[in-house]
T-cell receptor, first 114, second 114 residues
Framework: KAGVTQTPRYLIKTRGQQVTLSCSPI?????VSWYQQTPGQGLQFLFEYFSETQRNKGNFPGRFSGRQFSNSRSEMNVSTLELGDSALYLCASSPGGTLNQPQHFGDGTRLSIL | GESVGLHLPTLSVQEGDNSIINCAYSNSASDYFIWYKQESGKGPQFIIDIRSNMDKRQGQRVTVLLNKTVKHLSLQIAATQPGDSAVYFC?????????????FGKGTKLSVKP
């Protein structure tokens, strides 16, 4: 079974731009979550989508948004980029809706803001 | 909720020795816990999980212990190998692992000396 796939792996943007990151979950998984990883703050939960609906949301500003498609693939968008948005963005998937289901992560998209 | 914390940021062990990585959590409502391993340039990799109705769970060379009284979690790695060198994260969830909104600890870097 293929794992979680994230594209692109690396991205360089400038302040004020916007960016869209993509995530393809493990086949059959309906839950997709996004996390931001930085050296200072560690791994922080952004949001989770399940069956095309946002089910949980972390404590991030509205510039961070996402969506999920009918095939469970998900995209994350960040508008008006700031220097502090430089981070590794990780996507994780799980079957969703049942207990004891660990999330499985992709290798992330490294976003650098100049 | 409060984030899960770790006592030690780095741990250096000799190859063949046993390793113990500790984690303290603060949310007494958390009922599902996971350990992840993250190697350089990769996303977190699932190691082992445990529900709050258990005290101990064993996997291949790994054991997770949960002490709910003092809100403490530990990961024991037997016969540590160079390939175990990585950053280890504990994560908690309050929905029995049915939803994808994990709270992560800051991580412990494990260095294995040959």
């Amino acid at each position: 079974k293929a794992g979680v796939t994230q594209t692109p792996r690396y991205l360089i943007k400038t302040r004020g731009q916007q960016v869209t990151l993509s995530c393809s979950p493990i086949s059959g998984h309906r839950s997709v979550s996004w996390y931001q990883q930085t050296p200072g703050q560690g791994l922080q939960f952004l949001f989770e989508y399940f069956s095309e609906t946002q089910r949980n949301k972390g404590n991030f500003p509205g510039r961070f948004s996402g969506r999920q498609f009918s095939n469970s693939r998900s995209e994350m968008n960040v508008s008006t980029l700031e220097l502090g948005d430089s981070a590794l963005y990780l996507c994780a998937s799980s079957p969703g809706g049942t207990l004891n289901q660990p999330q499985h992560f992709g290798d992330g998209t490294r976003l650098s803001i100049l | 909720g409060e984030s899960v914390g770790l006592h030690l940021p780095t741990l250096s062990v000799q190859e063949g020795d046993n390793s113990i990585i500790n984690c303290a959590y603060s949310n007494s409502a958390s009922d599902y816990f996971i350990w992840y391993k993250q190697e350089s340039g990769k996303g977190p990799q699932f190691i082992i999980d445990i529900r709050s109705n258990m005290d101990k769970r064993q996997g291949q060379r790994v054991t997770v212990l949960l002490n709910k009284t003092v809100k403490h979690l530990s990961l024991q790695i037997a016969a540590t190998q160079p390939g175990d060198s990585a950053v280890y994260f504990c994560a908690e969830n309050t929905d029995g692992g049915s939803q994808g909104n994990l709270i992560f600890g800051k991580g412990t870097k494990l260095s294995v000396k040959p």
